[in-house]
């Protein structure tokens, strides 16, 4: 009932804070899929790239997220810059990792095939090994996407806003209608962002993927 009564009396904040908390999880994960798909690919023709890569992604997946702002915000400060910044940087791993992993599962003997038909190394992308791989591909995005959705929340923490403003401001007044008034947004977008996801994988992925015509 409380819970009813808050959302009620506070629906334009709530809209936009959910507005605030998109826009920085759609910026950071714009920004690693137009820089994580090309380095997924770049390390399947440069092998001896691909471990020092993935590694170095997987370093930013490691460290927490709280400590991470806290290193970033002497250089950056505080705001949406740095928040999106850091969301950037945890989207990154499963992007790249997903690329260069369905790349690298595409059948040798479809790409040979292709080879032998004439077609150039940016035909046999674009028209086999991206196609056969775009399920992997989207199973990254839709992790990293479920993941800065969540991890969004912490960017009310240096003053980046979204839900994580609820959250923070009801764990401070011991409000538990405030946390769960951002903390159920939170989890309903995450959720119905990874179903619109799902929807456009299934729409882009050609039935005829990886047939030699």
Known sequence: MKLLN???????????LIIEHLQMTGTALLIAILIGVP?????TRYRRLAEPILAIANVFQTIPSIAFFGILI??????????????????????IKNTYTGIEGVSPSMVDAARGMGMTDMQILRMIELPQALSVIMAGIRVSTVINIGTTTIAAYIGGGGLGEFIFKGIQLYRNEMILAGAIPAALLAI????????????LTPRSAGKLK
């Not at 119905?192 to 729409?203: F, H, M, R, T």
Request: hydrophobic letters at 60%; zero cysteines.
């Open 6 to 16: 808050f959302l009620n009396n506070n629906l334009d904040t709530l809209f936009h």
């Open 39 to 43: 380095l997924g690919i770049l390390i």
């Open 74 to 95: 002497p250089i950056l400060g505080i705001g949406k810059q740095t928040a999106i910044l850091v969301l950037f940087l945890y989207a990154l791993l499963p992007i």
């Open 192 to 203: 119905i962002a990874d179903k619109i996801l799902e929807y456009v994988e299934i729409k």
